[in-house]
């Protein structure tokens, strides 16, 4: 029953970056209209789309169109201030639509709450009777953290060399989507107090704000920073600002949000996660990396589809 439940769970957070990438080609102008209202909604695919699961999108809140203008390092500062504005005041324009979506993440995650030690037990069973998983899961996890900032960092480099102004915006776009998932997850991980996996032998607890302040303590930091996961968040910043950057490109979404994907699996993997850490983390991600290229596109006459 436990390897059941740790497959499903499994199954769950693989089937949320194909759904998040069944739902991109909806519509581009669609993406583009400045007088759309950013909301969290549910997009629906088109009939012919072979995975018609309904995944998470952001739409824009309620704000006045603002006029194009050239996107320059300068504006950037401004930007992402108008980001942070809009992802903070979230909660006081939620509206009757948005409720759905955040019930069903609720449910989701509360579902995965439940099982999380089971869960945790079969992936450490895993990785104990696979030789490939305990080689490739330290690697893996690397691109939440030093892999996602390496990657815009060569996106930055390539673009100022080879005077491509698309990979230079790229990599602005990221850093700062990553910046804002950065410290949205760690106010919530401070909020939220929870005991990461590889303490006490695999048992939950949630010690709330109060956390914290344990950290100061002998021996406790990052001991109660696992919910929401941080790699996941940062991960599928990066994979979803470079998806729907490239998304002509057909592989480039696939790959980034399997890669995405990857670093969550493998965070449960290495004992650092619950399951639940990650799907937050993961979903989150996603919503703040979508805001940030939309806002930009709506600004800026250089943003190119």
């Known amino acids: 029953m436990g390897k059941q439940k740790t497959w499903v769970a499994a199954f769950l957070l693989l089937i949320l970056p194909l759904s998040l990438f069944a739902q991109a080609p909806m519509s581009e ?4 209209d400045p007088a759309q209202d950013f909301l969290l909604s549910i997009c629906t695919t088109p009939t012919a789309q072979l995975i018609p699961a309904p995944a998470f999108c952001l739409a824009p809140f309620p704000s006045t169109p603002v006029p194009s203008e050239k996107f320059t390092f300068r504006s950037w500062s401004h930007d992402f201030l108008h980001d942070a504005g809009e992802i903070w005041s979230y909660p006081v324009h939620i509206r009757t639509r948005d409720i759905l979506p955040i019930a069903g993440l609720a449910v989701l995650t509360g579902l995965l709450i439940g099982n999380d030690e089971t869960i945790r037990r079969g992936f450490m069973d895993y990785r104990s009777s696979h030789a490939w998983v305990r080689a490739a899961s330290p690697v893996i996890t690397g691109m939440g953290t030093y892999g996602a900032w390496g990657t815009a960092a060569a996106f930055l480099c390539v673009g100022l060399i080879a005077k491509d102004d698309k990979a230079v915006e790229t990599a602005t776009l990221a850093a700062s989507a990553m910046l804002q998932s950065g410290i949205l997850v760690m106010v ?6 929870r005991q990461r996996p590889l303490f006490a032998d695999g048992v939950d607890r949630w ?9 100061f303590g002998s021996g406790q930091y990052g001991k109660y920073d696992s919910f929401p996961g941080g790699h996941s968040i ?3 910043t990066l994979a979803t600002v470079l998806a729907m950057q490239y998304r002509e490109s057909g592989w480039v979404p696939i790959l980034a949000y399997t890669l995405a994907t990857g670093v969550a699996l493998s965070r449960v993997t290495e004992g650092r996660h619950w399951l639940s850490d990650c799907l937050v983390g993961g979903v989150l991600g996603h919503l703040i990396g979508r805001l940030v290229v939309l806002n930009h596109r709506r600004r800026h006459s250089a943003a190119v589809m």
Do not use: N, Q
């Open 29 to 32: 102008e669609a993406e583009d």
């Open 188 to 193: 919530l991980k401070g909020l939220a107090g």
């Open 207 to 215: 010690s709330g704000p109060i956390g914290f302040f344990k950290r």
């Open 234 to 236: 940062t991960a599928f």
